[in-house]
């Protein structure tokens, strides 16, 4: 079956720090990847996503590139600021279907001034 | 345009009671899922439908039923609240073939004594 593994939370970084949450899957086929964020009190929003290999989302100063053979999307910003806290999703779409995505269990970026 | 809204916001239950979670949609969207957060698991989509009229169940269904009466509304039922049901519930929706384009809610937290 699908899955997703992010490293683990929280991860606590200073302002203007580069940023990297690490994201692996597992999936059948070839999935679409995706991350989402969640902000305090809110529901998820899409931050960026990816259909194919090597292609790069990119999306409010994060990118993310496909890498097949590393199974890997991994979320990357070179200067966080603090309104980056958030919790943010990596998940995985094989195929389209009805069945929603598959999501990793989350993590938790708090950035200190 | 309203989105994908929940209803209620907050509620607490005691062990044993029932209650419905509404989730209505204005982007005549077909697909809807309902998914539970829990600290350290993620999301997980408990059930989902692919319209009116049809459900099916996702990977955590137990203790929860749903109906699609109508296309825009998806209804959550807990018959016999647990506290193992305490979470906090999301409900999205996209159009047929488009999971990259999921809209979330803002979620229901619920606490079951």
């Known amino acids: 079956g699908n899955s997703v593994t992010q490293m683990e939370g929280p991860v606590t970084l200073s302002e203007e720090a580069f940023l990297t949450i690490n994201c692996t899957y597992t999936?059948?086929?070839?999935?679409?990847l995706f991350w989402y964020v969640q902000y305090p009190g809110e529901g998820l929003q899409l931050l960026l996503k990816?259909?194919?290999?090597?292609d790069k989302g990119s999306n409010k100063g994060f990118e993310a590139t496909y890498r097949k053979e590393t199974t890997s999307f991994h979320l990357e910003k070179g200067s966080v600021q603090v309104s980056d806290s958030a919790v943010y999703f990596c998940?995985?779409?094989?195929?389209?279907?009805?069945?929603?995505?598959?999501f990793g269990k989350g993590t938790h970026l708090i950035i200190q001034p | 345009n309203a989105g994908v809204t929940q209803t209620p916001k907050f509620r607490v239950l005691k062990t044993g009671q029932s209650m419905t979670l509404l989730c209505a949609q204005d982007?005549?969207?077909?697909?809807m899922y309902w998914y539970r957060q829990d600290p350290g698991m993620g999301l997980r989509l408990i059930h989902y439908?692919?319209?009116?009229?049809?459900?099916a169940k996702g990977e955590v269904p137990d203790g929860y039923n749903v109906s699609r009466l109508k296309k825009q509304n998806f209804l959550l039922g807990l018959e016999s609240a647990a506290p193992s049901q305490t979470s906090v519930y999301f409900c999205?929706?996209?159009?047929?073939?488009?999971?990259?384009?999921?809209?979330f809610g803002s979620g229901t937290q619920l606490s079951v004594l």
């Open positions: 998940a995985l779409n094989s195929g389209g279907g009805a069945d929603g995505l598959t």
């Open positions: 999936a059948t086929g070839y999935p679409s």
């Open positions: 990816a259909t194919k290999a090597d």
């Open positions: 982007m005549n969207h077909e697909y």
């Open positions: 439908s692919v319209g009116e009229g049809t459900t």
């Open positions: 999205a929706s996209n159009l047929r073939g488009l999971t990259e384009k999921l809209f």
